[in-house]
């Protein structure tokens, strides 16, 4: 900080730069990595990434009846639910403390 309260233009610019790299860092590492949902005890399981790209989709024979297509769709949409929201919680773990890291530059309204 230069004297009289003043932040570091330099300075912040380097911060910065630093929390973009870290940020595009952790993205990457986002998108590589995997996670896993279900419903229906197990009968359904999807994989996402960390980023909520859907990877694939396993569904056990036991869960498909050609009379009860719809108990099949709901267990579909149940299980990428499930693996959403594990890839949300990895998503808030990598960028929660980048985030939380901006609110302690001077200038900045978070």
């Known amino acids: 900080m230069i004297p ?7 300075e912040l610019l ?7 790299q870290d940020l595009a860092t952790a993205q990457q590492e986002l998108a590589e990595t995997e ?5 229906g005890g197990g009968l359904v399981t999807a994989k996402v990434t960390g980023a909520g790209e859907l990877r694939g989709l396993v569904i056990d024979p036991k869960a498909v009846d050609p009379d009860d297509t719809e108990t099949l769709a709901d ?3 149940a299980a990428v639910h499930n693996a959403n929201e594990a890839a949300q919680a990895v998503q808030q773990a990598k ?5 939380q890291g901006l609110g302690g530059m001077p200038g900045l309204p978070f």
């Open 14 to 20: 380097q911060q910065a730069q630093k929390m973009q």
């Open 35 to 39: 996670v896993e949902g279900s419903a």
């Open 4 to 10: 009289g309260g003043q932040p570091n233009m330099q």
């Open 75 to 77: 267990l579909v949409v």
């Open 95 to 99: 960028l929660g403390p980048l985030a």
